[in-house]
């Protein structure tokens, strides 16, 4: 048994800092040390986070035999490679979402940590939200009459230049792999599997990754999914459940929802608050440290198979718009 999990962090930029304020919150968890690939970068992160130590290389910290899991905070195009490093270290490891570039990479991830004996979990926090527990409750106990639609959207307006993540194809750019993501995950909580065809349409960004996509699901046990995404506009960032008799509204923001609306056949509604305690990345940190000190190697929550199979819904999107990244 377990008594308190040690956590090392790999990448100090922003979700590093987010998800270090989240484990503050998490009982039995704590931040040991911090790695980038600066050691002025990593003592500085380390000492606004409170972690004990700092290491300015990523080999360093997996060296360091206190920390039991890593939490991959880089850039789309290393989960992979870090991920490895990590697994090959011993380390469990919980690596930001999108998992990979694509489900060859999750495979290989995947394989490399059962091989290991490790745990393995992409970090799609949105299904640890309370909200988004309850609504895993309410899909678990049936939703009378079936769902019809899902329309889920996720636009963020990126005021930054084409070196940014988001537009930079060298590390793995594009609205689908960074927003699209969250949709389709939900797609893929909703209705347990992958759609039986996928219609899209797609602009593409001046550095050649997508900037505004469309895509609709079709499921041929009946239902339908609406999905878009997009990093040049603002849109809702909201999700809807409809059906035969009842409809669910997934509350803006739909990565860390805090209301949920149910739509019952009268004609009325019921609306639920769900307070986040804490930021929100305290949730899936937790439930990192209840699998590891339950012995599991993967989530029963968001496993790694699951992750594979929504890699391979992106893969087969982006192979309709001739979007490969250098690392494919
Ligand atoms: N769950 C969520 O809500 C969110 C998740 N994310 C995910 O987190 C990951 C990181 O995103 P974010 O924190 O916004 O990104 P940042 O650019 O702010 O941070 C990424 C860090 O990765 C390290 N890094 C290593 N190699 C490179 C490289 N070639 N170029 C740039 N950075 C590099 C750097 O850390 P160092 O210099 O210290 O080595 C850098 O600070 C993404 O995969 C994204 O999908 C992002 C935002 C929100
Ligand atoms: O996961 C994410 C959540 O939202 C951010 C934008 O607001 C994204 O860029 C990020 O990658």
Excluded at 247 to 258: R, V
Excluded at 305 to 315: A, F, G, Q, V
Aim: with cysteine; charged share 20%; net charge negative.
């Amino acid at each position: 048994m377990i008594d308190t999990l040690h956590w090392g962090i790999i990448g100090c930029g922003n979700i590093a800092a987010s998800f270090a304020k989240g484990l503050r919150d998490v009982d039995g968890a704590r931040l040991i040390a911090a790695a980038s690939r600066s050691a002025q970068k990593a003592a500085r992160f380390s000492q606004e986070n409170g972690a004990l130590r700092s290491y300015g290389s990523y080999e360093d910290l997996l060296d360091d035999r206190e920390i039991d899991v890593v939490y991959i905070a880089t850039p789309h195009h290393l989960h992979m490679e870090n991920s490895l490093m990590a697994i090959e270290a011993g380390k469990h490891v919980l690596c930001e979402k999108p998992i990979s570039i694509n489900s060859k990479q999750a495979t290989r991830m995947a394989d490399a940590a059962r091989q290991a004996g490790v745990f393995l979990m992409e970090g799609m926090w949105t299904r640890f939200i309370p909200a988004v527990e309850q609504l895993q409750d309410w899909l678990s106990d049936g939703i009378p009459g079936g769902i019809h639609l899902f329309t889920a959207d996720f636009g963020v307006q990126f005021n930054v230049d084409d070196g940014h993540r988001i537009f930079n194809s060298e590390l793995g750019g594009g609205a689908l792999l960074d927003l699209g993501v969250y949709p389709v995950s939900l797609a893929s909580l909703i209705f347990k599997r992958q759609p039986d065809t996928i219609q899209t349409q797609v602009r593409m960004h001046a550095t050649g990754v997508d900037e505004l996509n469309t895509m609709l699901f079709d499921y041929k046990s009946g239902p339908l999914a609406v999905i878009t995404s997009g990093s040049i506009s603002r849109t809702p960032t909201e999700a809807f459940i409809a059906g035969k008799k009842l409809s669910i509204k997934i509350h803006s923001p739909l990565y860390c929802p805090s209301a949920l609306t149910l739509f019952k056949p009268d004609g009325t509604s019921d609306s639920y608050e769900f307070p986040l305690e804490g930021n929100g990345f305290n949730y899936e940190a937790a439930h990192v440290c209840r699998c590891l000190r339950k012995g599991m190697l993967q989530s029963d929550v968001m496993p790694v198979s699951e992750s594979i199979s929504i890699m391979e819904t992106l893969d087969s999107i982006r192979a309709q718009w001739g979007l490969r990244y250098p690392m494919d």
